[in-house]
């Protein structure tokens, strides 16, 4: 996408040529290009929309015309849904909305899809929102497969609830049917229940006792519990009488006023039961989560093959309470407790907890379970169910890290580029008043210089992060001795560490040995090295810059007695953005990018960076291993400059719709003695360059009026030119 960007004819487009792009939206877009993640930034009035390669894969077929385009264009059938969100950024809100339905049309068709956003607004240089910027992922797949899990899951409670259980409602003393379910009507041979009594309805049930015990309950208020009792059903003319056992409860139903109105029948054949219990295995074997039954205390009782298939553990193993071994050591407190919980309650519960897979790999999944209770509310036993969840709560949890380091970053960015303004500001006021001493001028300057070029080091930096990542930069390489680079970076270093204080050396093992490097560079990465060791070294420590030869590398360390990196710092002490918490206060500004981009800059010399401390407290080594000089002569690099001093006058044309720029810059040649003329827009550079015939043009390329380009080709028209 970054060589999409660059090969785009921007000319058309309300954002103009890439180097006229604002800083802000420049560095984001860097940001967006060097991520794995799919993200689009959206900009200006239009919302023009650019994107990085994770995101043209989600366009599909709106790729590459999407690039460029409105966002809102780009996915017009989606424009109710998206509208909302982007008034939302656009309102200065950044947010996260988790498994959004879209109905996307790709592929030819519409579909619905679901993802989950992070939105958040982004600052133009006047400070005013100028668009949106949006992290995203599809979660397609991981919702279709919770749906389809609850879907079997209510399969399955509706299969607990239905077979072979009997209920029905009775009300009145004279036990008139208000409802019953379809499994009683079954028992009863599907004669008509409803609004008859069980008198009425069922004549041989008051011959066989029922009637005594339902007139008992109904009087007492006392439930009864009836067990393995056999019944004699008639069904009906024609048909003979068939004889079940049944277990079954009769409980009261009480009024507002705790009076007995009616009765609760419950029930089930115990003929049946063992014919559910196939029925069951065989449903949960077929389903593609891990099933089971467990007893009352929480020993598994059953559970179908994807156990077994994901644990490797046997029925034998895992029967009884052999199955917590699978289970994490420091997961299991959590799972239990939740256990305990809903046990006392009888209550459904769920919970998440990591199991081990054969290979010794622990994954996460969630365990949801219902109970399943007898006719007195008594536990008899627990039904379950455990989803893989691994992929989606990794998903999720990268998702959110990275929206998090985004926002931190962009805080850190803003706070460190707004730090320099203040004392600019000041300055450039002193500058302005016309009472102004040249002391007081002089000072403004040096001012201005220092803080413009704290500014320029930062955006060097970001400039040289993206360019690493993106493999653009280009290393100067030639044939260096190791104590030339060293003499450099100690000298450049000096400085800070006297003002703590700090005793800095050098131990050299060999200060002739050869290296080919870009001597630039790798004096960057071992200042940067440097400076931290000073940074987060309390005053009067030691700091030391130690070489020496190993095998066929060169080993160049820097070690100190500073306050050492905790084991979960050195994890991440490259990563981008990178800030020990314990030492936030001791950084002294920056964006957190300085290990980063030294470890980048050492790969490109084909060596490596590590990183080692015994802990806080204990101080900090850094080793920089290169390759020692093969021999091999370096690539040629050619040098074309002048001297400004020695360049003759020349009469110069200069174009820019920017007018600082353009007189800035033409203060600066004309200070070298050059004759200067200036335009503001690209007619007029014409008009000018037929009247003057210029040495030299100095042509802006988005000007309005004539671009840079249809100004060189008129020009280059010329006899002259």
Not at 84 to 108: K, Q, T, Y
Not at 387 to 412: G, N, P, S, V, Y
Not at 542 to 556: K, T, Y
Request: aromatic letters at 8%.
């Amino acid at each position: 996408m970054a060589r999409a960007m660059r090969e785009a004819d921007w000319a058309a487009s309300p954002l103009g040529p890439p180097q006229e792009w604002p800083q802000s939206l420049r560095s984001v877009v860097n940001l967006v290009l060097g991520s794995a993640f799919p993200m689009f930034v959206s900009w200006g009035p239009q919302l023009v929309t650019l994107y990085n390669d994770g995101y043209a894969v989600l366009c599909g077929e709106k790729h590459p015309a999407g690039l460029g385009q409105p966002i809102l264009e780009i996915w017009s059938e989606l424009r109710t849904d998206l509208e909302p969100l982007i008034a939302r950024a656009l309102a200065g809100e950044s947010f996260f909305v988790e498994n959004l339905l879209l109905r996307m049309r790709r592929h030819g068709f519409d579909e619905d899809t679901w993802f989950t956003f992070s939105y958040s607004p982004l600052v133009g240089e006047d400070g005013q929102i100028a668009g949106l910027y949006c992290t995203c992922i599809e979660t397609t797949q991981s919702v279709r497969t919770q749906q389809q899990l609850r879907a079997r899951e209510e399969w399955l409670q509706s299969l607990f609830h239905q077979a072979p259980g009997f209920a029905a409602v009775l009300r009145g003393p004279d036990h008139r049917f208000e409802m019953a379910n379809q499994a009683y009507s079954v028992l009863t041979g599907n004669r008509p229940l409803v609004g008859m009594t069980v008198a009425q309805a069922m004549p041989e049930a008051m011959e066989q006792g029922f009637g005594r015990w339902l007139d008992k309950v109904y009087a007492t208020g006392e439930a009864f519990v009836g067990r393995s009792v056999p019944v004699t059903v008639n069904q009906g003319e024609g048909k003979a009488p068939y004889e079940t056992i049944i277990d079954f409860l009769y409980q009261p139903l009480r009024d507002a006023q705790g009076q007995v109105e009616g009765i609760f029948i419950q029930g089930h054949e115990v003929t049946e039961q063992h014919r559910a219990q196939q029925v069951l295995q065989a449903f949960s074997d077929s389903i593609p989560a891990i099933a089971w039954v467990a007893a009352p205390d929480g020993g598994l009782e059953r559970f179908n093959a994807q156990w077994q298939d994901y644990t490797g553990q046997s029925a034998q193993l895992a029967l009884g309470h052999g199955w917590v071994s699978a289970v994490h050591p420091d997961d299991l407190p959590k799972a239990r407790a939740a256990w305990e919980a809903a046990r006392g309650g009888n209550q459904a519960w769920q919970a998440e907890y990591r199991l081990r897979r054969q290979d010794g790999v622990y994954r996460w999944f969630l365990a949801r379970v219902v109970p399943q209770l007898d006719e007195s509310g008594r536990l008899l036993r627990w039904f379950g169910t455990t989803t893989d969840i691994d992929d989606a709560r990794h998903a999720t949890q990268t998702l959110r890290q990275a929206d998090q380091q985004k926002d931190e970053f962009l805080a850190t960015l803003a706070h460190e580029l707004r730090n320099p303004l203040a004392p600019i500001r000041t300055a450039v006021h002193l500058l302005g008043r016309p009472n102004a001493d040249e002391q007081t001028r002089s000072r403004a300057a040096e001012v201005i210089g220092r803080q413009v070029g704290y500014m320029a080091r930062l955006l060097d930096d970001l400039i040289d992060v993206a360019r690493i990542t993106q493999r653009k930069l280009v290393l100067k390489k030639e044939r260096v001795q190791v104590g030339s680079i060293v003499d450099a970076v100690l000298e450049a270093a000096r400085p800070l560490a006297d003002a703590k204080q700090h005793l800095l050396s050098a131990v050299l093992q060999d200060s002739k040995a050869e290296v080919l490097a870009d001597p630039i560079r790798m004096a960057q990465v071992l200042i940067n090295l440097l400076n931290n060791a000073v940074k987060y070294t309390d005053p009067g420590g030691s700091i030391q810059l130690a070489v020496r030869r190993e095998s066929n590398e060169l080993c160049l360390t820097v070690m100190d007695n500073g306050i050492g990196l905790t084991p979960l710092a050195l994890e991440h002490v490259f990563a981008m953005f990178a800030q020990e918490q314990t030492a936030i206060e001791r950084s002294e500004g920056g964006l957190g990018i300085g290990l980063a981009l030294a470890k980048g800059l050492v790969q490109l010399h084909g060596g490596s960076l590590s990183a080692h401390s015994a802990g806080v407290g204990q101080g900090s080594s850094f080793v920089v291993r290169l390759p020692l000089d093969d021999g091999q002569e370096p690539p040629a690099t050619a040098c074309h400059g002048h001297n400004a001093a020695q360049v003759p006058a020349r009469k110069v044309l200069l174009a820019d719709d920017n007018r600082d720029s353009a007189e800035t810059l033409a203060d600066l040649l004309r200070s070298y003695g050059h004759d200067v003329h200036t335009a503001h827009d690209g007619a007029k550079a014409a008009e000018l360059a037929m009247q003057l015939q210029p040495d030299v043009l100095i042509l802006d390329i988005g000007m309005p009026g004539m671009t840079g380009y249809e100004v060189a080709r008129h020009v280059r028209a010329q006899s002259w030119g």
